[in-house]
C-alpha cells in the first residue's frame, strides 16, 4: 500500500483460495493485457478469456504470456468447451488447453442441452490433470432453476473434481442468480449456501450493485467474477471499505459515533 491507514480489512494474499477476483477479458490487446497486469495483477487471481474471444484475438500467445508471467491464471470461456463438445471435439480441446499452456478450465452447459451426469464425467476427465471451474446456472433469460436443482448441481460438480463452482449471471448481470433488473435473488442464494460452501461458489458479478451486495453478505474475501478489465482495483476498493458503498462496513463504531470537528 502506499501509505497506511488504520481499520482496513485484512484481505487473503496471493494465491488466494477465498476472496477470488476474476476478470473476464472480452478481447483486450496484448499492450492492454500489458497495462492490465502493470496496475491490476495485485488484485486480480484468474482471467477468463471471455466466451471464444480467444479463436480470434491477435496476439493470442503474446497475450497468454503476459498474464502467465504475472502470475495470473487463465482460462478459455466456458461456451468454448460447449463449442467443442457440441462438434464432438473434447479430445481437441484438451489437446488445446496443452498447447497453450493453460492449467485452469472452464466446464458449463449454458448454450447446449447437456445430460448433468455426462457434465459430471467431463469435470471428472478434465480435473486429473487441471484445476476446473464448472459454471451452473442457464445463459438463457427467463429460466429458472429451482433452488434445490442449484444446489444439487453445485454439490455434484464439486465431488465430481471442481475446485470452485461458478453461479450464472453472464456479462450483463440480469440472469442466473439475478433477476432481470440486476438485484439477486436473495432467497435463491440463501438457500445456496445453507447446503453449498460460500467458499467454493464463485459468483458471476459484474455490475457495482451486484458487488456491493455481496461483499456486505459475506465480507471482503468473497469470490467474485465476471469482472471488466477497468473494474478490478474499484472493485477492491468496495472489499476493504475505501468506496462510499462499503464506507461504513468495516469501521469500528466507536468511529461511526464519533462526530468529526
Same mark, same amino acid.
Given at each position: 500500500?502506499?501509505?497506511?491507514? #488504520?481499520?482496513?480489512?485484512?484481505?487473503?494474499?496471493? #494465491?488466494?483460495?477465498?476472496?477470488?477476483?476474476?476478470?473476464?477479458?472480452?478481447?483486450?490487446?496484448?499492450?492492454?493485457?500489458?497495462?492490465?497486469?502493470?496496475?491490476?495483477?495485485?488484485?486480480?487471481?484468474?482471467?477468463?478469456?471471455?466466451?471464444?474471444?480467444? !479463436?480470434?484475438?491477435?496476439?493470442?500467445?503474446?497475450?497468454?504470456?503476459?498474464?502467465?508471467?504475472?502470475?495470473? /491464471?487463465?482460462?478459455?470461456?466456458?461456451?468454448?468447451?460447449?463449442?467443442?463438445?457440441?462438434?464432438?471435439?473434447?479430445?481437441?480441446?484438451?489437446?488445446? *488447453?496443452?498447447?497453450?499452456?493453460?492449467?485452469?478450465?472452464?466446464? /458449463?452447459?449454458? /448454450?447446449?442441452?447437456?445430460?448433468?451426469?455426462?457434465?459430471?464425467? !467431463?469435470?471428472?476427465?478434465?480435473?486429473?490433470?487441471?484445476?476446473?471451474?464448472?459454471?451452473?446456472?442457464?445463459?438463457?433469460?427467463?429460466?429458472?432453476?429451482? #433452488?434445490?436443482?442449484?444446489?444439487?448441481?453445485?454439490?455434484?460438480?464439486?465431488?465430481?473434481?471442481?475446485?470452485?463452482?461458478?453461479?450464472?449471471?453472464?456479462?450483463?448481470?440480469?440472469?442466473?442468480?439475478?433477476? #432481470?433488473?440486476?438485484?439477486?435473488?436473495?432467497? *435463491?442464494?440463501?438457500?445456496?449456501?445453507?447446503?453449498?460452501?460460500?467458499?467454493?461458489?464463485?459468483?458471476?458479478?459484474?455490475?457495482?450493485?451486484?458487488?456491493?451486495?455481496?461483499?456486505?453478505?459475506?465480507?471482503?474475501?468473497?469470490?467474485?467474477?465476471?469482472?471488466?478489465?477497468?473494474?478490478?482495483?474499484?472493485?477492491?476498493?468496495?472489499?476493504?471499505?475505501?468506496?462510499?458503498?462499503?464506507?461504513?462496513?468495516?469501521?469500528?463504531?466507536? *468511529?461511526?459515533?464519533?462526530?468529526?470537528?
Amino acid at each position: 500500500m502506499n501509505f497506511e491507514l #488504520p481499520f482496513i480489512p485484512e484481505r487473503t494474499s496471493q #494465491p488466494r483460495d477465498s476472496g477470488l477476483t476474476m476478470m473476464m477479458d472480452k478481447g483486450l490487446s496484448w499492450r492492454q493485457a500489458e497495462n492490465f497486469v502493470d496496475s491490476c495483477s495485485d488484485y486480480t487471481d484468474i482471467v477468463k478469456l471471455g466466451f471464444g474471444t480467444s !479463436y480470434i484475438t491477435k496476439d493470442f500467445e503474446r497475450k497468454l504470456d503476459i498474464y502467465h508471467s504475472a502470475g495470473l /491464471s487463465c482460462y478459455l470461456g466456458g461456451t468454448l468447451f460447449e463449442a467443442f463438445v457440441v462438434r464432438g471435439m473434447f479430445e481437441d480441446y484438451k489437446r488445446l *488447453l496443452d498447447k497453450f499452456k493453460l492449467r485452469t478450465v472452464e466446464v /458449463s452447459d449454458g /448454450s447446449v442441452e447437456m445430460d448433468h451426469d455426462l457434465k459430471c464425467r !467431463y469435470i471428472e476427465d478434465l480435473s486429473k490433470d487441471f484445476r476446473v471451474l464448472s459454471e451452473v446456472g442457464s445463459k438463457e433469460e427467463g429460466i429458472l432453476i429451482s #433452488p434445490n436443482k442449484w444446489i444439487n448441481m453445485m454439490q455434484a460438480e464439486l465431488q465430481a473434481g471442481s475446485w470452485k463452482v461458478i453461479a450464472e449471471a453472464r456479462e450483463s448481470g440480469n440472469v442466473g442468480i439475478y433477476r #432481470p433488473n440486476g438485484t439477486a435473488h436473495v432467497a *435463491l442464494v440463501n438457500k445456496i449456501i445453507a447446503k453449498v460452501k460460500v467458499e467454493n461458489i464463485l459468483w458471476e458479478a459484474p455490475l457495482k450493485g451486484q458487488q456491493v451486495w455481496f461483499i456486505k453478505q459475506f465480507g471482503s474475501n468473497v469470490n467474485l467474477g465476471n469482472i471488466s478489465h477497468d473494474e478490478v482495483i474499484p472493485l477492491e476498493t468496495l472489499r476493504i471499505g475505501l468506496r462510499g458503498d462499503t464506507f461504513h462496513d468495516f469501521l469500528p463504531e466507536e *468511529l461511526m459515533k464519533k462526530k468529526i470537528e
